[in-house]
């Protein structure tokens, strides 16, 4: 795997925990295999770095907004 890549996938997951913050770490790798089209539990040893970096871009992509939404109801706490 090129060191850009792994750079790119770090930064990805970086944007995953803002987006998905209610998801443990185990999860959202999960999740994250699952996208890449993992089929049980075992993938995420087969798994290419490459495929997972499209899954979580295709991830964030998809839930952008997630982000603003988050904030917004963060942000209606009573006192």
Known sequence: ??????????????????????WRMGQLIANLVTAAGGM????IWDMQDEK????????IERNQGR???LVKQSGRTTG
Do not use: K, Q, T
Not at 1 to 10: G, N
């Open 52 to 59: 997972l970096l499209a899954a979580a871009r295709r991830l």
């Open 1 to 22: 795997m090129i060191a850009s890549h792994a750079d790119e996938l770090v930064d990805a997951l970086s944007e995953l925990r803002i987006l998905f913050p209610d």
């Open 40 to 43: 049980d539990a075992n993938a």
């Open 67 to 69: 982000a603003g939404v």
